[in-house]
């Protein structure tokens, strides 16, 4: 199994035929006040796995906040890997929509990936107060 994407996005979709489109990866927000609330945000993730790894499997994606609890709901999928007869590998994509995310202060947020029940990549996301325009 290799992770080849795994980003926080303003926008993502998968199409059909294993065709992932990404708009605007970001690793920042910045809010005018604290608690704040982000509307939308599309945590992405491209798993390849190869013929041999055809099996089921869980992924869990978590959104932690500066004291580690969760942000979210995790979310929580199970999937069965089916071996591809035209290539050595499958690939698998997976969009988790957040809605009206609150970030109580600011601070340094974990969004983490979990395989199978192991930890396998993570990535952070700042939290912060805005500048002020007029300073």
């Known amino acids: 199994m290799e992770i080849e994407i795994f980003t926080l996005a303003d926008y993502a979709t998968d199409p059909g035929f294993g065709k992932l489109t990404i708009i605007g990866t ?14 939308t945000a599309f ?4 798993i390849r796995f190869a013929n041999s790894e ?12 500066t004291n580690g ?10 999937f069965d890997v089916k071996p591809n007869p035209n290539a050595a590998h499958t690939s698998y994509n997976i969009i ?4 009206n995310t609150r970030f109580e202060k ?12 192991e930890f396998r990549t993570g990535m952070k996301l ?3 107060l805005a500048p002020q325009a007029n300073q």
């Open 43 to 46: 945590v992405v993730a491209r």
């Open 69 to 78: 609890q969760n942000v979210h709901k995790p979310l929580v999928e199970d």
């Open 126 to 128: 700042t939290v912060a």
């Open 96 to 99: 988790w929509t957040l809605t």
């Open 26 to 39: 970001f690793d920042n927000l910045f809010a005018p006040s604290f608690p704040a609330e982000h509307p």
């Open 106 to 117: 600011a601070g340094v947020y974990a969004i983490e990936m979990h395989y199978d029940g």
């Open 54 to 65: 055809a099996s089921l499997h869980r992924v869990e994606i978590r959104v932690l906040d």
